[in-house]
């Protein structure tokens, strides 16, 4: 029998999705803000799209209590979209917005493994629930920004690929 994580929670899903090891350590706010601030360039692309060249301008605040990362241009359209999170206790807040649709705020929690940081929050996407992961892949270079969904409303037991976008350092001006 399969449990469905909608049921059980977030701790269920990390359980089952993630071996005990692996992400199971929370991770600091301040700490992921800090890692990811800076200006970004690499290829990006959604499942069985064509891979386009970003720009990512990712803004730490002063606090390190909010990051806020520009894509440029975004997955829908030449426009950019604009990923602001914050830290509020021990959850993180996210509002997002494409440049034309209206915003989509979240919450996720964070945690840390290796040098790796991964977002997890219960939300929806096209129309559906879905358990949403944010991976932000350390590399030897860069990042390896993941965004990867479960549909909360069907059987799958793992991630399924939505987005991926690489966060090379910009070549200097």
Not at 20 to 30: D, G, K, V, Y
Not at 32 to 43: E, H, P, R
Not at 86 to 93: D, N
């Given at each position: ?18 071996p ?11 700490e ?12 990006s ?37 604009t990923?602001?999170f ?8 996210l509002i ?17 493994h290796?040098g790796s940081?991964?977002?997890l ?7 559906r ?7 932000f892949?350390q ?10 969904i479960?549909y909360?409303?069907d ?19």
């Open positions: 029998m399969i449990l469905s994580c909608s049921k059980y929670g977030l701790l269920c899903c990390l359980f089952l999705c993630f005990i090891t692996s992400w199971a350590e929370r991770a600091n706010f301040s992921f803000c800090s890692a990811l601030d800076g200006q970004w360039q690499g290829s692309a959604k499942s069985k799209q064509k891979p386009i060249q970003t720009k990512i301008n990712a803004n730490c605040s002063d606090d390190r209590r909010q990051l806020i990362l520009t894509v440029n241009p975004s997955a829908k359209h030449p426009l950019s979209e990923w602001w914050r830290a509020r206790g021990e959850a993180i807040s997002y917005f494409d440049g034309v649709d209206e915003d989509k705020s979240q919450l996720f929690s964070l945690y840390h290796q940081y991964s977002l929050g219960e939300g929806e996407l096209n129309s629930p879905a358990m949403i992961q944010l991976r892949d590399k030897e270079v860069g990042w390896l920004w993941l965004q990867n479960q909360l409303d059987d799958t037991d793992r991630y399924l690929f939505y987005r991926g976008i690489e966060m090379l350092p910009a070549a200097e001006q």
